[in-house]
């Protein structure tokens, strides 16, 4: 499967998800994705795991187009790279199919696990950097009053703001990637018109 080579996001289809609710292979991608392009066997040292396992899940990440060879290695040395900046579904897109729905299931309790493990590593990390930094980043949250569509709405302006801001301090030495996480979740868990 061809990739481009500056890859924004990717729609997952019910196999994708299915591949990808898997512990190594979403810890792989995400590791692909954070860290950059790598070996197998220096995924396998980073993810204390082995080469092997960690060869076998890239092929299958590749099948369904979320990891690409970079075409920099040399015999049978492969550099992988994430193929996407990010991913996304439709929820919805699986309720006819109990296996997908299953596994998007996993795949999104992971998430949270990494994204909550994330948040931990730089709230100890973050004594080390600058109050410039430390003032800007960590967390936040808001309250909205929305309808469905008003809620499409802020979500198509905050993926137009991301795409306006995704490369911008690109070759400035002071620049720094960042992970952003959005959750959103109704205050009031009863779904509508249950009494």
Do not use: C, K
Not at 20 to 44: F, K, N, V, W, Y
Not at 85 to 101: C, G, I, L, P, T
Request: aromatic share 8%; no cysteine.
């Amino acid at each position: 499967m061809e990739t481009p080579e500056n890859p924004v996001g990717m729609r997952l289809d019910e196999w994708a998800v299915r591949v990808l609710a898997h512990p190594l292979r979403s810890r792989i991608l995400g590791a692909l994705r954070l860290h950059g392009p790598a070996t197998a066997t220096e995924l396998a040292v980073a993810l204390s795991t082995n080469t092997g396992a960690t060869s076998y899940h890239l092929r299958a990440l590749e099948d369904v187009g979320l990891v690409a060879d970079t075409g920099d290695g040399a015999g049978r040395r492969r550099v992988w790279r994430a193929s996407t900046d990010s991913h996304s579904w439709v929820n919805s897109d699986f309720a006819d199919d109990e296996d997908a729905r299953t596994a998007l299931g996993w795949l999104r309790r992971d998430y949270v696990r990494q994204f909550a493990a994330r948040a931990e590593q730089w709230l100890d990390a973050e004594a080390d950097w600058p109050a410039e930094w430390v003032d800007r980043l960590g967390l936040d949250d808001f309250l909205l009053t929305v309808t469905p569509d008003q809620l499409a709405a802020f979500d198509a302006e905050l993926d137009a703001l991301v795409a306006r801001y995704r490369g911008l301090g690109d070759g400035e030495a002071a620049a720094r990637r960042i992970h952003i996480v959005v959750q959103s979740a109704p205050v009031d868990l009863a779904p509508p018109g249950a009494g």
